[in-house]
């Protein structure tokens, strides 16, 4: 399974960005497809991860402010980040659990500055 990130860039401070994560390859059984991201000295956290039933989990930091959504069918998650800190700077990686085998993207690199 192969997993590929895009959407990241250099954004104002309020601003939006969609990150966008396809998989493609030997995909059975999706339990879920999530996001994560680690800001440059921190550990890896959780973003927000949707099952293949669509119950969602989000960190307490981006409550109300993001928004992943999937599209079953193209096998891909959205993550919509809407008024973005700068606090929210990080490489933001993709994940899919898929035939109970967990498999990570490369990661696209969202920066928020003035």
């Known amino acids: 399974v192969q997993l590929q990130a895009s959407g990241g860039g250099l954004v104002q401070p309020g601003g939006s960005l969609r990150l966008s994560c396809a998989a493609s390859g030997s995909i059975f059984d999706i339990t879920y497809m999530g996001w994560y991201r680690q800001a440059s000295g921190k550990q890896r956290e959780l973003v927000a991860r949707?099952?293949?039933?669509?119950?969602?989990k989000y960190a307490d930091f981006v409550r109300g402010r993001f928004t992943i959504s999937r599209d079953n069918a193209r096998y891909t998650v959205y993550l919509q980040m809407n008024s973005l800190k700068p606090d929210d700077t990080a490489v933001y990686y993709c994940n899919v659990l898929s035939d109970s085998r967990l498999y990570w993207g490369q990661g696209t690199q969202v920066t928020v500055s003035s």
């Open positions: 949707i099952t293949a039933g669509a119950s969602i």
